[in-house]
Every structure is written in C-alpha cells, then in structure tokens.
T-cell receptor, first 115, second 111 residues
Framework: EAGVVQSPRYKIIEKKQPVAFWCNPISGHNTLYWYLQNLGQGPELLIR????????DSQLPKDRFSAERLKGVDSTLKIQPAELGDSAVYLC?????????????FGEGSRLTVL | AQRVTQPEKLLSVFKGAPVELKCNYS??????LFWYVQYSRQRLQLLLRHISRESIKGFTADLNKGETSFHLKKPFAQEEDSAMYYCALSPFGNAGNMLTFGGGTRLMVKP
C-alpha cells in the first residue's frame, strides 16, 4: 500500500504566481483533509471532504485558495495568486469511516516556497 | 472552539532517562485526545489515543479532565524516540476525526 500520495513534494514559485497541489488518498477512504503546516507549528485544517462534498472549509482563505475533489477520490488544492506568507508545507490526509477514530493517514506533504 | 497547547518546543534528555511531553487543552465538551509522532524523514502518524488506554513503544498518556491535560510519558527514553510529537484533540462522537493539533514538541534523546 503506497499510502497517501502527494505531488509535487517541493515547489518554488515567485509571488503572484499560481500553484496547485495534488493528493491521492488511500483507496476506500471517504474522508480527505488538507492541512497547512507553518514552520515550527502544528498542522491546521484548511478543508475536509466527505466523498466529494466539502463539509468543513471555514479555515480556507477563499479569496485565493480553492480545492476540489472530483468523483470523491483525488483532490487538488490551488493557490492563486500566491503570497510570501503562503510558504509552508501542505499536508493531505485521509481516513476511513470504518477505521479507528482519530486515525488520519498523512501524505509526505508538499513544501511550498514563495519568493 | 478547541485549543491544544504544548508548552515545550524542545525537550532534550539522555538515553534511559524518563520523558514527559506536556499537553494541555481547552474544550467545552467531552474531547478525545491523541498523540501523533513524526520521525525524521517520515510521515506524521498516530502514536496513541486516550480512549484505547494503550501503551505504544513504551509510551503512555493519561487524560486528566480536572487539569485538562494529556501528557505523554515514557519511563526510559531510547535514542529512536527522537522525533516531533504532536498532541491533538477531537470532539467526541461523530466528528471524531476533526483534529486540532498543538504546536508540537521536538524530543531529542542523547546517547
């Protein structure tokens, strides 16, 4: 089992440029999460999907961030335009409704550097 | 709103010494508490959950509702315990996977 797969692992862009991150969750996991992790801090939830429906996106800065999970499997997180403060690690995680409570399976993360 | 606080950014101990990583939380309801760990060059993963009352890799954690704490303990630290540790909270029940993480504590176990 490959686990949660994220790409790209690293991305360096100039401010005002767009960027997109992709996540493939563990097969059969209906819940998908995008977390933001700033340097020296813990992960913070951006958005949570139950299948293809975004059930919690209250922390997603909707002026520049967008996300989608078409067909309830893969997901894409986009930032347009990127700002210097967006430099961080973007973590994707998934969980199963039949799995243990609180057990999220994380990807390796996508590290974004905005210059 | 829930909040998780880990007061120590870094904890350094010698091999064989006892370890206690502190975690305090605030939440108006009944929470579920978890510890996640991230070893060097590995993914963030679940270490243990309070509801299971389990010991994983020699680590235990007791939920103290009176002190709103969930400290992680190990009597004898090993070098392979060196990692980032995150305490996390979730509302009890249907939203059991809505995790709020603390800022993390880096544990360094010296030989």
């Amino acid at each position: 089992e490959a686990g949660v797969v994220q790409s790209p692992r690293y991305k360096i862009i100039e401010k005002k440029q767009p960027v997109a991150f992709w996540c493939n969750p563990i097969s059969g996991h209906n819940t998908l999460y995008w977390y933001l992790q700033n340097l020296g801090q813990g992960p913070e939830l951006l958005i949570r999907y139950e299948n293809e429906e975004a059930v919690d996106d209250s922390q997603l800065p909707k002026d520049r961030f967008s996300a989608e999970r078409l067909k309830g499997v893969d997901s894409t997180l986009k930032i347009q335009p990127a700002e210097l403060g967006d430099s961080a690690v973007y973590l994707c995680a998934s969980s199963s409704r039949t799995g243990s409570t609180g057990e999220l399976f994380f990807g390796e993360g996508s590290r974004l550097t905005v210059l | 709103a829930q909040r998780v606080t880990q007061p120590e950014k870094l904890l350094s101990v010698f091999k064989g010494a006892p370890v206690e990583l502190k975690c305090n939380y605030s939440y108006s309801g009944s929470p579920e508490l978890f510890w996640y760990v991230q070893y060097s060059r590995q993914r963030l993963q679940l270490l243990l959950r309070h509801i299971s009352r389990e010991s994983i890799k020699g680590f235990t954690a007791d939920l103290n509702k009176g002190e709103t704490s969930f400290h992680l303990k190990k009597p004898f630290a090993q070098e392979e315990d060196s990692a980032m540790y995150y305490c996390a909270l979730s509302p009890f029940g249907n939203a059991g996977n809505m995790l709020t993480f603390g800022g993390g504590t880096r544990l360094m176990v010296k030989p």
